[in-house]
Nanobody, 126 residues
Framework: QVQLVESGGGLAQAGGSLRLSCTIS????????MGWFRQAPGHDREFVAN????????GYAESVRGRFTISRDSAKTTLYLQMDSLKPEDTAVYYC???????????????????WGQGTQVTVSS
């Protein structure tokens, strides 16, 4: 059974930084791609960043490009999201997602991912 466990959320001031982690369990699972999504109250879940597990090609939402960095540690099967220059509008529950067969054109679509973490709250104060 595949499980994704997130950690690292919390409270930060505007301009500050947080680092999220997402660890995958499940011995035989090899992700093709992983992503970070977020959902603020009253809003749909939105794409933040994604990464191809092999090769490391990344993609970002325009709202976070230049401020957030997605990375992975293949040996630890862990995904990271380094969030710098945080803004109050970054406040949301952040989710990691993984899939073993997702195609490139679907990597920003949350419905295309089979596995999800439980979410971690990020709150940015002004």
């Amino acid at each position: 059974q595949v499980q994704l466990v997130e950690s690292g959320g919390g409270l930060a001031q505007a301009g500050g930084s947080l680092r999220l982690s997402c660890t995958i369990s499940g011995r035989t699972f090899r992700p093709r791609a992983m992503g970070w999504f977020r959902q603020a109250p009253g809003h749909d879940r939105e794409f933040v960043a994604n990464i191809r597990w092999n090769g490391g090609h990344t993609g970002y939402a325009e709202s976070v490009r230049g401020r957030f960095t997605i990375s992975r540690d293949s040996a630890k099967t862990t995904l990271y999201l380094q969030m710098d220059s945080l803004k109050p509008e970054d406040t949301a529950v952040y989710y990691c997602a993984a899939d073993s067969s997702i195609i490139t054109s679907e990597m920003r679509n949350p419905d295309a991912y089979d596995y999800w973490g439980q979410g971690t709250q990020v709150t940015v104060s002004s």
